[in-house]
């Protein structure tokens, strides 16, 4: 029986989760700094001054912007510190801070278990903070709000606590009140101990106890027994026993409080000021008492890769192993990093594993996991902790690995197709070699940014999901990797494709002295049903461009030898399209007849007898062009709900139902993307910024014919 390095019920697996600007990055240095000198507690580290370790963490920037940083945490009160086994583990998971990454904030909340998420004192509950509080109730992820800034000019705790009832969800309760407020905030009252704490030594790193004051008893009383009554709701024993006026013990509400967090029934929230070193080791407290651990969470659920049967993993190290690939990241020091988290078994550095989404084995080398100041070289890897492989070559994002007796494919975290497009051209020579090896990097960390070439131009074209996506991504390769380049402006990705059967010949015919050329070929094209992740819809596409080639050539009519370069001919001529020069999809093709010639037929001639061929066959099927429609959500204050359903309309969307969402409005519709260039901006000034979108690709779609007509007439 394997021995764990760590008990399980001591490890947090959790994010912090922000609004830009609410404060993330300096709560997160704050937390580093509290859990290191923690950790430090015993170490050389003398001359090293607080601010020196702190400008340094911050000129290497790895650690803040690491997808997975662990760290160890003794509760505030504990007399032992120093003991191991009275801390506990933390890894805290990089959430990103910006809503237009869709697909990095729900990766994300795959493999947390639980998230502080972090308000601005001043601003309340803003836009941004909605979206991702949505996505965390999606993922049903038990949270702890911490409301950050109340040092600053018009900060009020009251009006964000309000702010977070009315916006985010009514089951909020005040675990704390502020003693004083602006430049006068000086601490905070704990209301389940009834105790008072102020923050002193350096960087606040010592939590002392204090008289409540005076002037806050009343209030500090009134809020307990609020407190008291939202936590036993969750107890019938507790509930009868308090109506009976027996106060539960401390021990009693906790666990309580505990449970209710953990099935998202309660959240609870702290205050504080992480730029005064104020009130964050409470909120580690608080992580320690409420989020829940990897054993609070239920099984993962994957499926057996040959059978299709479902099956369910628990963070149980005698199970067999599996993990998710959940990021990958260059690090400066080692080359390219795998984060992963294990959800069954054990596995360990050297061994091999097998990766059930490619179907290949790896050798996993090192493994490490960062820390705030080191990288630990970690032996072995047990359920419900997350690490970083060095060296995995083939596995991506998203990828299962697993044992290879016990093939498991976890469920995938779904990708959506790239939608938007644009050319990008390096300045010099020089330029083009980095560029390519920065594109190829930046493609293998996230799986929604490709990389192409124009046939025709030649050019490099980059797609992803979004306008912002791709200045994101244009941004870093300039930034990170130099590449100095023009950029064209973001296309919407359109496709072609055909609608009715259709037959052609295509003849290359050169006889004129010396060698000539002789390629003739016969051709039969129909439509194709797209397919939809295994489910067939028609007209629809949102997987794999869906493309048969079939061979019914009889007797030799066109040897074999040539066979191959008809079908090059044929996919050549379907990236270049016939309408507008996009790419064509979802067509079957079959050669039936031909001729040749015994000196004068090549290869090159049956290419290009197959391209002209298949132009022919394709103009006469009713071409058409295809174009992404997007799954658009908006969340708004109901006021705003008819300005919102019209400006959807008036972009050929269709509203496909209205939801609540606590105190808003989400409008779900289906738009063309070429209709949402912008939007961010038009939704802004119609709601005075109250507002925030979603969009998601859902599938491609017959252009109506006027527009056909534009998006022709724009190509010539
Ligand atoms: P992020 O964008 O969420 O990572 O936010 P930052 O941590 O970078 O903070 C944004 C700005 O707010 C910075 O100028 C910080 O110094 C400031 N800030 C962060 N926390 C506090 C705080 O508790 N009080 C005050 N007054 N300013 C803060």
Redesign the pocket.
Known sequence: MPTRDYPLEKVRNFGII????????????RVLYYTGSQHKIGEVHEGETTTDWMEQERERGITITAAAITCFWARTDEPDKKSLDKKYRFNIIDTP?HIDFTVEVKRSMRVLDGAVV?FD?VAGVEPQSETNWRYADEAAVPRICFI?????MGASFEKSFQSILDRLTKAAVRMQLPIGAEEKFEGVIDLLQMKAFKFEGEMGSEVVEMDIPENHRGDASMYRAKLIESIVEHDDQLMTDYLDGKEPTQEQLKATLRRAVIANKIFPVYL?????NKGVQLVLDAVVDYLPSPLDMPPVKGIDPKTGEEIFRTANDQEPFCALAFKLQADPFVGQLTFFRVYSGTVEAGSYIYNSTTGQKERLGRIVRLQANAREEVKKVYAGEIAAAVGLKDTKTSHTLCDEAHPIQLEQIKFPEPVISLRIEPKTKADQEKMGLALKKLGDEDPTFRVSTDNETMETLISGMGELHLEILVDRMKREFNVEATVGTPQVAYRETIQQRSEAEGKYIKQTGGRGQYGHVRLRIKPLEPVVEGKKISKNITREDHFEFINSIKGGVVPNEYIPAVEKGVREAMERGIVAGFRMVDISCELYDGSYHDVDSSEIAFKIAASMGFQDAAKQARPVILEPIMRVEVVVPEKFMGDITGSLSSKRGSIEGVDERGLARAIKAKVPLAEMFGYTTALRSMTEGRASFTMEFDHYEMVPQTVAAAIIAARK
């Open positions: 922000a609004h830009i600007d609410a404060g993330k990055t300096t709560t997160s240095e801070g972090v004192g950050n800034k109340l040092d600053r504080g000021s992480a730029l005064k």
